[in-house]
């Protein structure tokens, strides 16, 4: 066995099982529950006195009442919701320089006049042809040193161009315009608007959901860029000299809150919140024809299971490949022995006419009552920095055409419901998934415009789910549970878009998340006002790597040594631990001069390494310790002023 060089060397062999987050069994019930869980109709017919040929007749009924109330429990500890929570008022901040970039396709537009004169004048402007917009020519336009860039390039709706049909110009322009202020880092902060795309206060009218990507975008950029952004505001449809002056308080280089709506009656803040109990009185059903899109794949299977167990009497499965996808005709015979009609169908959502000559051939008898729109791809990680409109144009192709002409083709029908599949990486971030975000963030606003104008919606933000998806790869399961999200069982999973479709919810987020794990490595290099009632409730976690107990400490050890020995034993400490971080057997995988994030560190294992080398020198050290410090060098460095200034 290889032994540590060094007395204060260790590494944690034992592994720490993660358990979702579940309502405890509990009460004075609870023995006779566990009866009716095990069958044991001997025993409960001992404790209450009734014949067991009575029981065995009820018990089944009793175990599946009992299955379904745990999923519900479950399901509604899984289950949170947006709100937007009132700021108190605060004197203007003195005006920072500003720059504006405004997209040329909309210089003339008042509105566009009114927020750049309430930015002051000392904000300077540039105008950039979203169209042709790219890191360079963005880099172009970055003159000066500017404490804070505004972006208004999102409200440039507009395909990007004839080969990117998926891809609004704006969330493109904004891309490049992200990745030129990387590419020369000035300190200056971000700030993107948008104009009447969230709905944060009562009587808000979402006009303008294609503008939802960039709130997706955004939430991703502020984990993967956290010193470059500054928040994303939404701004009413009129700018006044009230909201105006409000916008110019809150665009600070400094500014605390990064998901903002400004309204005449103030400015909110996004906030996720547990969406407590369930409140409907009656279920969700419905009737004659389901759409699932995605129809064929592990989640669209039971998806159709679902919607036939809900009341649909025929469902419409539209995926890429059809009938020749794997498991299609086994689905087909399953569905059919339900009693449901099936149809599936090769269909790409993207191409409108497509889609609609299948809604049209519908029968008279079974219309059109359910859409459930959950086609979409993932192209892995991919950061902001590396995203181009190819790359845009893969991830939104499928999910923003899709829904859209799923909303349009469907407008005039009277729906008993409209389900967008949406993901957590939209609702609050995501490293490497910034496409993906932007593509499902656009479902949420859609359901909201759809909200606005009475017709039914409900987008779901999921978690990972369980059995189905990428997250039934083993080692993405593991690294997912090691950051405290854990995959949901399907069947509860759908009892949380019951509950959803019960309540008539316009959006809601499902996920079997431990706060308490997830969320000191998410907010490592940058809080996150957005979780911040969650991680106030979230309980607190055990250190996994505990001080050791007696001995010298590290100070003790290392205060006799050379300057030379004490360095060389700080780094082997240092390498050693990055190492074991990561999974290496050793430290010669962590070389010096080597920047950690080249090596794999996010901000999980971020905060892993400065748990463990916590653990091992005494000091209190930051959460944003590797990002301080980019290589085991510097942490070296930081680590010997620390023990001995």
């Given at each position: 066995a290889e032994l540590p060089t060094y007395p204060f060397q260790r590494r944690r062999y034992w592994p720490t099982p993660g358990t979702a987050p579940s309502p405890a069994d509990a009460g004075e019930d609870s023995a006779f529950w566990s009866l009716v869980d095990d069958a044991d109709t001997a025993r409960i017919a001992a404790e209450t006195g009734a014949g067991e040929p009575e029981l065995a007749a009820v018990l089944p009924a009793l175990a599946d009442w009992r299955q379904r109330s745990r999923r519900r429990a479950i399901a509604a500890s899984w289950s949170y919701r947006e709100v937007w929570h009132p700021?108190?008022?605060?004197?203007?901040?003195?005006p920072a320089d500003r720059l504006v970039v405004v997209p040329a396709t909309h210089a003339d537009d008042p509105w566009v006049a009114a927020v750049v004169a309430a930015l002051g004048p000392g904000t300077a402007r540039v105008d950039i042809d979203p169209a042709t917009a790219d890191r360079t020519t963005c880099a172009a336009v970055l003159t000066g040193q500017p404490a804070v860039v505004v972006s208004l390039l999102g409200i440039a709706e507009e395909p990007a161009d004839a080969r990117h049909p998926a891809v609004p110009?704006?969330?493109?322009?904004?891309?490049?315009?992200?990745?030129?202020?990387?590419?020369?880092?000035?300190?200056?902060?971000?700030?993107?608007?948008?104009?009447e795309t969230v709905s944060a206060v009562p009587g808000d009218t979402v006009r303008h959901p294609v503008q939802g990507t960039l709130w997706g975008l955004g939430r991703v950029a502020a984990l993967e860029q956290p010193a470059l952004w500054g928040g994303l505001a939404d701004l009413p449809g009129t700018v006044d000299a009230r909201t105006g002056g409000l916008l110019a308080a809150l665009l600070t280089a400094d500014a605390t809150e990064d998901q903002l709506a400004v309204r005449p009656s103030g400015i909110y803040a996004r906030r996720l919140l547990p969406a407590g109990e369930p409140t409907a009185t009656q279920p969700w059903h419905t009737g004659g024809t389901a759409l699932v899109t995605g129809g064929t794949g592990a989640l669209g299977s039971r998806l159709a299971h679902w919607a036939v167990?809900?009341?649909?009497?025929h469902v419409l499965l539209l995926s890429r490949r059809g009938s020749d996808a794997p498991g299609a005709a086994t689905l087909t015979e399953q569905l059919i022995e339900r009693g449901a009609r099936v149809t599936v169908a090769a269909c790409d959502t993207a191409d409108r006419d497509a889609l609609a000559a299948h809604l049209d051939a519908l029968p008279a008898d079974q219309p059109l009552s359910t859409v459930i729109h959950a086609a979409g791809v993932s192209d892995g990680d991919r950061e902001t920095t590396a995203l181009t409109p190819d790359?845009?144009?893969?991830?939104?192709?499928?999910?923003?055409?899709?829904?859209?002409?799923?909303?349009?083709?469907?407008?005039?029908?009277?729906?008993?419901?409209?389900?967008?599949?949406?993901?957590?990486?939209a609702s609050w971030g995501s490293g490497g998934q910034g496409a993906y975000a932007a593509a499902n963030a656009y479902l949420d606003a859609l359901a909201q415009h759809r909200h606005a104008a009475g017709l039914t919606a409900t987008?779901?933000?999921?978690?990972?789910?369980?059995?189905?998806?990428?997250?039934?790869e083993p080692a993405l399961a593991a690294e997912l549970a090691r950051r405290g999200?854990?995959?949901?069982?399907?069947?509860?999973?759908l009892a949380a878009l019951q509950r959803?479709?019960?309540?008539?919810?316009?959006?809601m987020t499902v996920t079997a998340t431990d706060w308490a794990a997830f969320l000191p490595a998410f907010t490592a290099a940058r809080p996150s006002p957005l979780l911040s009632e969650l991680d106030r409730a979230a309980a607190p976690r055990p250190t996994e790597h505990p001080e050791p107990e007696g001995g010298p400490s590290l100070r003790e050890r290392l205060a006799d040594l050379p300057d030379v020995e004490r360095t060389r034993l700080l780094l082997d400490l240092v390498r050693t631990e990055a190492a074991a971080t990561l999974g290496h057997s050793g430290a010669d995988a962590v070389p010096a001069e080597r920047a950690l994030r080249d090596l794999g560190f996010?901000?999980?294992?971020?905060?892993?390494?400065?748990?463990?080398?916590?653990?091992?020198?005494?000091?209190?050290?930051?959460a944003s310790l590797v990002f301080d410090h980019p290589n085991a060098a510097a942490v070296v460095a930081h680590l010997r002023t620390a023990l001995f200034p």
């Open positions: 700021l108190p008022a605060t004197a203007t901040a003195p110009a704006g969330l493109a322009a904004t891309v490049a315009l992200l990745q030129a202020l990387a590419d020369r880092p000035t300190g200056a902060r971000l700030w993107c608007l948008t104009r167990s809900r009341g649909a009497t790359t845009l144009e893969a991830l939104l192709r499928a999910k923003l055409l899709g829904a859209r002409h799923l909303h349009e083709l469907t407008a005039d029908r009277d729906l008993d419901a409209f389900v967008l599949f949406s993901s957590g990486a987008s779901v933000a999921w978690g990972a789910w369980g059995e189905t998806g990428m997250a039934t999200v854990h995959p949901m069982d399907p069947d509860t999973a959803a479709l019960d309540e008539d919810a316009t959006a996010d901000s999980v294992s971020a905060v892993d390494l400065r748990n463990r080398l916590k653990a091992a020198t005494g000091l209190a050290l930051p």
